[in-house]
């Protein structure tokens, strides 16, 4: 039989073969499905969970009372839900972080994309990424024992007032988010076509020009969801602000000399075992959480619409 023929024969069996999978990749198919599945259950748990008890809670405390009165005193004798306050607080950590985080992240990761050689790329990148991981109790005791006291020390003519410091507490959070906005903004960068680059290099334009009006421009939507997981990040953080601007009894405060409480820091240091479950005082934990949720939401919900709308797409 000659081999044109065999090959007749054979070629429609590989073709069978071919059009169904192996049992073994069926297996990762399944397993796949259910790790997504899984991810998706983990997450809708978390959300009922979060906003199952705010129907009690609202039903014995106005909503309008939550969101307009400007004092934070729940479990005193005659308590006001105002949650202006710890938001007021979480506001001021979260600018002050991205007034030092997107800076320095951002020249950070135009010179990893644009100045730094590959070599130095190479030892930079990693460490970055390592420092994310850095427990931020750590960052904590090192903001509270040795940056506030520096700075105080290097401004004494600010008015500073006691232990607790809410600008303090934002620079440190601005710290920690620094590696993950240089990171993820140096991946945009590093993302736009070295056509662009050499175009503007053939007109004559700097390195620095090129950077600025070239690169910068054409990675913006990476850029700016970059800021936005910071945002995130910043928003999110417990210890720091714990630790730094301090834990004590929440008023409505603009000074970023004076401690402040944040939403995170009341969850952290209400939810400790201490509070009778079904309490109003219990309730307003969930309360809390189900607020910073939804603004969290909202800000990625905002950052998914301006990527989207300033996206751009190189083939």
């Not at 599945?37 to 978390?46: D, L, P």
């Not at 972080?97 to 030892?123: C, D, F, M, Q, W």
């Not at 960068?189 to 910068?216: C, D, K, N």
């Amino acid at each position: 039989m000659s081999s044109s023929v065999m090959s007749a024969r054979s070629g429609p069996q590989r073709t069978l073969r071919a059009d169904n999978p192996r049992y073994g990749e069926k297996l990762i198919y399944a397993f796949l499905f259910v790790t997504a599945a899984v991810s998706v259950a983990v997450t809708t748990s978390i959300v009922l969970a979060l906003f199952q008890p705010l129907p009690g809670f609202f039903s014995e405390i106005s909503i309008v009372e939550f969101f307009t009165a400007t004092e934070w005193s729940p479990g005193y004798a005659r308590p006001i839900y105002g949650v202006w306050p710890i938001v007021v607080g979480t506001l001021i950590v979260v600018l002050t972080a991205l007034l030092v985080a997107i800076p320095l992240g951002l020249l950070s990761a135009i010179y990893l994309s644009e100045y730094a050689p590959n070599p130095v790329r190479k030892t930079i990148k990693p460490v970055l990424e390592i420092l994310e991981g850095i427990p931020t109790v750590a960052t904590g005791l090192f903001a509270f024992f040795w940056l506030r006291p520096f700075l105080e020390y290097m401004t004494p003519w600010l008015p500073w007032g006691g232990l607790f410091s809410t600008g303090v507490a934002g620079i440190a959070v601005g710290l920690i988010i620094v590696p993950l906005i240089a990171s993820v903004a140096d991946d945009a960068m590093r993302s736009v076509p070295r056509a662009l680059r050499e175009g503007a290099y053939a007109l004559g334009a700097s390195r620095l020009r090129v950077a600025l009006q070239v690169v910068v421009p054409a990675a913006f939507s990476g850029i700016i969801a970059a800021f936005v997981l910071g945002a995130s990040r910043a928003v999110g953080e417990t210890m720091i602000v714990l630790l730094v601007a301090g834990a004590g009894s929440p008023t409505l405060n603009f000074n970023p000399f004076e401690g402040i409480q944040t939403m995170t820091a009341y969850i952290a240091s209400r939810a400790t075992g201490e509070i009778a479950v079904g309490t109003i005082v219990y309730d307003t934990i969930f309360a809390v959480g189900s607020l910073l949720f939804l603004i969290t939401l909202a800000m990625n919900l905002i950052a998914i619409r301006f990527v989207s709308r300033f996206r751009e797409v190189y083939e």
